[in-house]
């Protein structure tokens, strides 16, 4: 069975590139769906959803539309989880691979590093660095990719670790391959798949993590984000309760769609695994 | 009576498997006291239908018909508990790797307590005291310091016979062998097979045995079933099987075993195409502040030469060093002493760079067809990578890669395919025509075929001995089983635990052997008094 027919058949999965697309479409077309403009006061403040039809979320403390708010925070944490995933895989991927590969003193370095930035809880370190740069949307995916790159480096590491034990790796020694060469085209082509799905989940964490930050009010103060909605709503929760209800469920339906789809890319990459299947 | 009688068992695949049944419409019946050997290659159901009586059969695989009648009950039809109470204390099971079926993390003497404890069945201390009978009975060493050993700590025969002890615990009255000494070395497959004998013997046992090897049948079986694709296409006493086989698949499975039939003599060339001087290679484990390091001598001061044009068999058990020596001789192993001599080049001393250039001289085939090709390239790239790092214009070398494929039996067609796409004989095929596209001086094939099913190692040595004769190659060849060994190799050079023990023309060792190990060896292979008969007759 191909990739494709197994992560089709996975309904969850399913659901969560349904959500996915719709979150993003969201995202993307915010400024055709949504002739206001998320920062622009537009009725009076407290105004409850599903009381005008134009303002279906109603309005926050300062009478901007939620709904607009929303779409217009959808991409910001869809940016921020990707960037900063990309990011952590580019430092990640790298320094695992060549601490599985090579080894010795090289592996030796690479991990004491690691562990250096293990051993300081994420959030924690997220912090001090936002509030060391400023808070920009550019320093806050920074500060993300810094904090979630380690789990990537030892996931590569140890996958590198077991392929390069495998007979055809030495086969290409024989050939008379260069190391820089078996590395980069027979040995981390074989660790994409459990790559892939990490990285599908750690957007994920990515978004909560941009969010906990826009709550704190380490945001971009210029960046409409769905932490920061709840942040500022947190006041007059008991009052307006749609403040901080409609980002919340927006946070969760994302998070949950690419946890979905990662199990789904998990189960159809590594099909031996996959806990559904008892075949021989 | 008889013990069990499976009749017109039939056990469904899955869909999209590539057969509908798994078995279909198996009869048999085992006596009291019986060994019933049950023959063929892999996929051929014989474990599966072992599985079927365990109730061990895999998630979408069911019994669709038949019944396994065992002491008047069907046991295909058991509800679970029942099916539970039996298995252990009337029908127990071996396996083929005893290190994965034995639990990592207990004492052997616990383990085979637990059989005890989980039937409900005597008292702590008496089950300890039944444990070091059991351990007794099995022939383990030391069996006050083996009922302690956790399963690491044992070796590959060991191992089995402590698995061999757990099935006795609650002396059942049907043992049924997976595979039980395919993992294991020669002469550690004669004492297993020995054992089972004497148990029978002694317990009145009926066994049940499953087995792809023909040797095995021929030193235990009283009654032979040989399955394939699912169906009995033979059955019959061992003697009669053997001897005159009905089916032309039994005859053709006959046929490709090694018979230990020598080939005729050649005259070998005086120039050497390999010269091996004085090589010693050791690894040391452990070692701390306050313990000594462990050294293993892996290979001790082994000196040797393969002429052009010759295949040597390098013969030895496991941990004999055999391996190591030839991963030294491709330097995929860098040794600590001694030479390994290439047309002159001594490969064990080149730095890294110069031995890049030089790689090309040695090529290797490996054991596992599985892990040997890069699953996500294919197989056009895997052939080429190499010729191409040596300089070879790109087109040049996928019109020889090509060529290639046609010569190992395959077509030009496979070049564009993936791995995945081919049986284990063909990856194997795959990997011969990789390593000639380096045009090697030598090649070293360790244990090429021994992942193989036998008719497919037929083939696979035919190819071998073919391309020997067409391109004159050279060959160090690695493997445990004397008998293919005997089939292929001008000499012989027999290996233990690192050092070099006997070395000679396959004629000599297989006829005269000098040293007590070769003899030793020699008398382990299965079924070597069958054969030897067989000849005579």
Known sequence: ?280 | MSTLAIEHLTIGLPEGADRPFAVEDVSMTIDKGQILCVVGESGSGKSMTANALMGLLPRGVTVKAGHAMFEGRDVLRLPEAEKMALRGAQVAMIFQEPMTALNPLMRIGDQIAEVFAAHDRFTQAERRKKALDLIREVQLPDPEKIIRAYPFQLSGGQRQRAMIAMALALEPKLLIADEPTTALDVTTQAQILKLILDLRDRRGMAVMFITHDFGVVAEIADEVIVMREGRVVERGTAAAVLKYPQHDYTRRLLDAIPTGMLPEQRALSETPALEIKGLRKIYRTGGGFFREAREVRAVDDVSLTVARGEVLGLVGESGSGKSTLGRTAVRLVTPDGGQVLVGGVDLAALPEEELRTQRHKVQMIFQDPYASLNPRQRILGAITDGPIARGTPRREAEERAKELLEVVGLGADAASRFPHEFSGGQRQRIGIARALAMDPELIIADEAVSALDVSIQAQVLDLLRDLRERMGLSILFITHDLRVAAQLCDRIAVMQRGKLVEIGPVHDIFLKPQKDYTKQLLAAVPGSDWEQRNESA
């Open chain 1, 1 to 280: 069975m191909s990739f494709w027919t197994r992560f089709r058949t996975n309904i969850g999965a399913m659901v969560g590139v349904v959500l996915l697309i719709a979150v993003i479409a969201i995202a993307v077309f915010a400024p055709l769906i949504f002739a206001n403009d998320p920062w622009q006061m537009v009725q009076r403040p407290f105004l409850p959803p599903f009381s005008r039809e134009d303002l279906l979320l109603g309005t926050d403390t300062l009478g901007r539309d939620v709904a607009a708010q929303l779409a217009y925070g959808a991409r910001v944490s869809l940016l921020v989880g990707l960037v900063s995933t990309l990011v952590a895989l580019l430092i990640g991927v790298p320094l695992g691979a060549l601490a599985g590969f090579y080894g010795g003193l090289v592996d030796e370095g690479a991990m004491r590093f690691t562990e250096f930035f293990q051993t300081i809880p994420n959030f924690a370190l997220a912090i001090v660095l936002v509030a060391i740069f400023e808070p920009t949307l550019s320093s806050i995916t920074l500060a993300i990719a810094i904090v979630s790159w380690p789990p990537v480096a030892r996931l590569v590491r140890a996958e590198v670790m077991s392929v390069r034990k495998r007979e055809f790796v030495d086969a290409a020694m024989l050939a008379g391959l260069t190391k820089r060469r078996i590395l980069v085209r027979q040995v981390l082509p074989n660790t994409l798949s459990p790559i892939i799905v990490m990285a599908s989940l750690m957007v994920a964490t990515a978004i909560l993590l941009e969010s906990s930050l826009s709550f704190l009010g380490l945001g971009d103060p210029n960046a409409m984000s769905w932490g920061y909605m709840i942040g500022a709503a947190r006041t007059v929760i008991r009052s307006a309760w749609w403040l901080s209800f409609f980002p919340g469920v927006a946070i969760i339906i994302t998070v949950l769609a690419l946890n979905l789809i990662g199990e789904g890319l998990n189960d159809a990459l590594n099909p031996h695994l996959s806990r559904r299947k008892g075949r021989a």
